[in-house]
Every structure is written in structure tokens, then in C-alpha cells.
């Protein structure tokens, strides 16, 4: 009998083994395809944080472009840099461990150290007080950055920005609910891509809503770099950071002293607008404040247009001395 319960142990654990292998091979294989199909677009510079990649287009003033959770720079080229290239240098970034930047770790998973790496790379290009764009947990770190460098921030243009801590996690975020970084690792490596893939569209559909998901933002979007060990690493680090970064943030907002706009989309089921906007107004009651109706969170890919009036409004506040309008 204990030979049998032997022999049933060892089928066991080769069997698990086997499955961890072939989670391991699927795994590297949705990544190379998707590195195959959406290469690197940009340049890249050596920060802090590692070598970040980013795309530079445009002339006049600066503006810098800040992704969300589990984004990548793709979410701005989608539309918003050509509709804002003639009139402004448009620089979006892949932050730390997303997209073709650098892989991360806790530590630089930080607002402050994601904001020091993001300002390495615009002072490196020679950029002076950009108008800094940033887009659901991009907006958390383009606040960071005017809290951290209030001189070198001229001013903020969130688009449906993470200002506050929110009480739970949006269910199209659940999978990225992982303290230990340990086991975050491990399922970076074999069940994460694998579960992301099949569960994609359902996701996405929860994270656009009550709009569609665009049928070209696997590849026009950067849809399928989400498809990387290194993409979903990044994006659960972040996550477990914001627990313990948002609440030393929120109190220094009344220290903020550039101009400030929110942009929401009335309809966002990713984060609740009225939360992030009031706390920001209660202490900048004088901040812009624009609710697109019907739009959902994806402003930068869903409502290109008004998401880039919104921003040349902000141009205007930021620079009163400028002829674009």
C-alpha cells in the first residue's frame, strides 16, 4: 500500500511538473507573437528605473503622456499624437516594467521613483516644463511628478485620473490582486498570460465600457503586449504599491500650485468620477473639470477628439501667452 501512495505521489508531481512546463512554453510563446506583431516604436534612455522606451513626435510645447494600469504608450499613439502633433512635441512614455520598457520591481514600482524616472527621460530630451498628460493611474504619477517637482511641472491634464484610494479592486483588475511578490512572479511566468488570453475580451469589454472596444486595439492599441510575463509583473506591482502610496499622497494635493483639469467619462466603470474629482476640487476648487457624456474610462482611444480639446484647453491655462487654442 505505501509503495502505491508512492508511486501515486510521484505521478503527481510529474504530472504537475508537466503541466508548469507547458504553462512556462505557452506562455513564452503569446509573448515572442506579440513582440513579433508590435515591436518597439520609439527610442529608448537610461533612467533609475532602467531603460524606458518612448515616442517623441511633434514640435512646440511639451506635452508628456502618462499610461495606466496594465497600459503601454500605445494608448496615446492609438490617436491623441496625431491630433495633437502639429501643434505641440508630444512625448508618451512606457513607464517602468510596461510595455518595451525596462522590468521593474516593488521598489520602482513607487510613485516617487516611477515620477524620477519619467522626469530622467524628459530632461534627457531637453524638456522644460511640459504639460503633463496623465491617463487613470498615469494621472496618480503625473501628480506625484508636480508634488515631487512643483518647479518643473507647468501643468496637469488628467484624464480619468486615480486621485483617491478606492475600496476595491475593479473586477477586470482582480487578477492583478497579488501582494507577494514571490508568487506574483510565479504567475507572471505560467498562469497569468495563459488566463489573460482567454479572458481578454471579457476584460477589455469591462474596461471600456459602456463603450466597445475598438476592433483594431490589439495591435493599433498595444492590445496584445499585455500578452508578456514582464507587462503583467509591472501591472500587479503597481497595484500592490498604490495601496500604500495613494493614502501618503492624497493629504499633500493641497500643495499642488499648477493648473489643474480632470477629465471623466460620465459612464466609467473602472473608477468612480465623482470620488477622484471631488478630491482634487475640495482643495483646487478652481480646477477645470469636464464630464463627457456616455464615455467610459478609455478616453485617449474612445474619444479622441474631445480628449484632445480637453488637453488644448489645458495648453491654453498652462501658457496664457500662447497662440494655440
Request: aromatic letters at 6%.
Amino acid at each position: 500500500m505505501m509503495l502505491i501512495m508512492v508511486w501515486f505521489m510521484f505521478l503527481g508531481a510529474l504530472f504537475a511538473a508537466a503541466c508548469l512546463w507547458g504553462l512556462r512554453r505557452m506562455t513564452r510563446g503569446l509573448a515572442r507573437q506579440a513582440e513579433a506583431q508590435l515591436p518597439p516604436r520609439g527610442g529608448f534612455i537610461d533612467t533609475s528605473a532602467g531603460r524606458l522606451h518612448y515616442v517623441d513626435v511633434g514640435q512646440g510645447p511639451a506635452l508628456v503622456m502618462i499610461h495606466g494600469l496594465g497600459g503601454q504608450l500605445q494608448h496615446f499613439t492609438y490617436a491623441l499624437t496625431e491630433a495633437l502633433g502639429n501643434d505641440f512635441r508630444v512625448i508618451a512614455i512606457d513607464r517602468p516594467g510596461s510595455g518595451y520598457s525596462a522590468p521593474t520591481d516593488d521598489r520602482h514600482a513607487r510613485l516617487p521613483c516611477q515620477a524620477q524616472a519619467l522626469h530622467e527621460v524628459w530632461r534627457a530630451l531637453g524638456v522644460e516644463r511640459p504639460l503633463v498628460v496623465g491617463h487613470s493611474m498615469g494621472g496618480a504619477v503625473a501628480l506625484t511628478l508636480a508634488l515631487e517637482y512643483p518647479d518643473e511641472v507647468a501643468g496637469l491634464a488628467l484624464l480619468a485620473p486615480l486621485v483617491a484610494q478606492v475600496s476595491d479592486v475593479p473586477p477586470a483588475m482582480r487578477l492583478l490582486a497579488i501582494r507577494s511578490p514571490r508568487r506574483r512572479r510565479w504567475m507572471a511566468e505560467t498562469l497569468a498570460i495563459p488566463l489573460t488570453h482567454v479572458t481578454s475580451r471579457q476584460a477589455l469589454a469591462q474596461v471600456f465600457a459602456p463603450e466597445a472596444v475598438p476592433a483594431d486595439y490589439a495591435t493599433r492599441g498595444g492590445g496584445l503586449l499585455a500578452l508578456r510575463p514582464q507587462a503583467f509583473y509591472a501591472a500587479s506591482s503597481d497595484l500592490a504599491m498604490l495601496e500604500h502610496e495613494l493614502p501618503r499622497q492624497v493629504p499633500r494635493y493641497a500643495a499642488l500650485g499648477v493648473p489643474l483639469g480632470v477629465m471623466f467619462g460620465a459612464d466609467d466603470r473602472i473608477l468612480e468620477p465623482a470620488l477622484h474629482i471631488e478630491t482634487l476640487q475640495r482643495q483646487h476648487p478652481d480646477m477645470r473639470v469636464h464630464v463627457e457624456p456616455e464615455a467610459g474610462h478609455m478616453l485617449p482611444i474612445t474619444r479622441p477628439e474631445a480628449t484632445a480639446v480637453f488637453i488644448r484647453h489645458m495648453a491654453a491655462r498652462t501658457w496664457p501667452s500662447s497662440l494655440i487654442s
